[in-house]
T-cell receptor, first 110, second 115 residues
């Protein structure tokens, strides 16, 4: 069966510091991978998606970037965090029409 | 512009009764709809989906209805249980020529099932 991992589970970072969140999927090959953010009291916003290694599409201009160095690894990064980057970050995968989500990372930027 | 709207931020239902969660969309290109359930500090869990070629899909206690002419879908939970208390998100995705389905989510409805 497929499993999706995200780490860290929680993170507290100062403004201006870098960020690296990792997502890995097990039990499937060549998945489409997604990064979402849920800000406090709001729905889920799609940030990036990837259909293959090295292929990244960005949905909204922002302070973040994404990379896919391996088939089942998706990384979300920032060079300098802003206060507005705080939120709950979710990775998702799919090989059909239904997306399945990881456990999420709670990021607090102070 | 919110393409997927969940106009009720919260809903309280007595245990054993029916819960009805509603969702409206504006984009006529959406052809696949999903419902997710989310507990605090966890990722959303897929519940049920429906393709635009159907108007109803049922899975156990969960049934999703789609009214394409009204651009409206609803999730029925019967009977409701206290463990169903969570935030429910509806999501929609359009027909695409590529291989990556992009979901647009509503803002969610907090369901509370009272014992």
């Amino acid at each position: 069966s497929q499993t999706i991992h995200q780490w860290p589970a929680t993170l507290v970072q100062p403004v201006g510091s870098p960020l690296s969140l990792e997502c890995t999927v097990e039990g499937t090959s060549n998945p489409n991978l997604y990064w979402y953010r849920q800000a406090a009291g709001r729905g889920l916003q799609l940030l990036f998606y990837s259909v293959g290694i090295g292929q990244i599409s960005s949905e909204v201009p922002q302070n973040l970037s994404a990379s896919r160095p391996q088939d089942r690894q998706f990384i979300l990064s920032s060079k300098k965090l802003l206060l507005s980057d705080s939120g709950f970050y979710l990775c998702a995968w799919t090989v059909t029409d239904t997306q399945y989500f990881g456990p999420g990372t709670r990021l607090t930027v102070l | 512009d919110q393409q997927v709207k969940q106009n009720s931020p919260s809903l309280s239902v007595q245990e054993g009764r029916i819960s009805i969660l509603n969702c409206d969309y504006t984009n006529s290109m959406f052809d696949y709809f999903l419902w997710y359930k989310k507990y605090p500090a966890e990722g959303p869990t897929f519940l049920i989906s429906i393709s635009s070629i159907k108007d109803k899909n049922e899975d156990g206690r969960f049934t999703v209805f789609l009214n394409k002419s009204a651009k409206h879908l609803s999730l029925h939970i019967v009977p409701s249980q206290p463990g169903d208390s969570a935030v429910y998100f509806c999501a929609a995705t359009p027909m695409t020529s590529g291989s990556a389905r992009q979901l647009t989510f509503g803002s969610g409805t907090q369901l509370t099932v009272l014992p």
